[in-house]
């Protein structure tokens, strides 16, 4: 029995060290970009790789410990599952904790209609693009005429189109 143990403890060990290196695929983070929201798909799952590599290396260690202890073979399973039930439980905690540190909050880009700021960036790539500084924060943005704009214009918002700012020179 303590060969299984072993081995879904080497299992969980390989699996959460590719998972670290990023070389599973998996648990990466997704975003998307609908009309005016910008929504931020990160965020654990509860079946993620590292939750059942976290589950595998509490089970396989504690029946590890457990055989040498003498337990029987039902204890050893009982003791075992809770282990890597709780072990597992708490990676996916931590992880929710770090996604939502990482994660800042939605904002409706149309709160940002009537406010001022000042152009950080003018004309991106030879385009009428630029971007926008309101509340120490940057926004895509081009002029409500396509007029050209300049570094350190101020301007004030006048619209939304899809996640672009309109805005018009207020100097």
Same mark, same amino acid.
């Given at each position: 029995?303590?060969?299984?143990?072993?081995?879904?403890?080497?299992?969980?060990?390989?699996?959460?060290?590719?998972?670290?290196?990023?070389?599973?695929? @998996?648990?990466?983070?997704?975003?998307?970009?609908?009309?005016?929201? @910008?929504?931020?798909?990160?965020?654990?799952?509860?079946?993620?790789?590292?939750?059942?590599?976290?589950?595998?290396?509490?089970?396989?260690?504690?029946?590890?410990?457990?055989? #040498?202890?003498?337990?029987?073979?039902?204890?050893?399973?009982?003791?075992?599952?809770?282990?890597?039930?709780?072990?597992?439980?708490?990676? #996916?905690?931590?992880?929710?904790?770090? +996604?939502?540190?990482?994660?800042?909050?939605?904002?409706?880009?149309?709160?940002?209609?009537?406010?001022?700021? +000042?152009?950080?960036?003018?004309?991106?790539?030879?385009?009428?693009?630029?971007?926008?500084?309101?509340?120490?924060?940057? +926004?895509?943005?081009?002029?409500?005429?396509?007029?050209?704009?300049?570094?350190?214009?101020?301007?004030?918002?006048?619209?939304?189109?899809?996640?672009?700012?309109?805005?018009?020179?207020?100097?």
């Amino acid at each position: 029995m303590i060969l299984v143990y072993f081995i879904l403890l080497c299992i969980g060990t390989l699996g959460s060290l590719v998972s670290l290196l990023g070389l599973d695929g @998996h648990d990466v983070d997704i975003s998307t970009d609908v009309s005016d929201l @910008h929504i931020e798909t990160d965020s654990p799952k509860l079946f993620s790789t590292r939750v059942i590599f976290s589950f595998f290396i509490a089970f396989g260690l504690a029946g590890i410990i457990s055989v #040498y202890n003498g337990l029987s073979i039902g204890m050893q399973i009982l003791l075992s599952m809770v282990a890597g039930l709780s072990v597992a439980f708490l990676v #996916y905690l931590l992880f929710k904790v770090m +996604y939502k540190q990482q994660s800042g909050e939605v904002e409706s880009i149309n709160s940002l209609v009537d406010l001022c700021g +000042y152009i950080t960036i003018a004309g991106m790539k030879n385009t009428d693009i630029s971007m926008v500084t309101i509340d120490n924060k940057e +926004y895509v943005c081009r002029e409500e005429l396509n007029n050209k704009l300049y570094k350190n214009n101020k301007v004030k918002v006048v619209g939304t189109s899809g996640s672009t700012l309109i805005v018009k020179s207020i100097q």
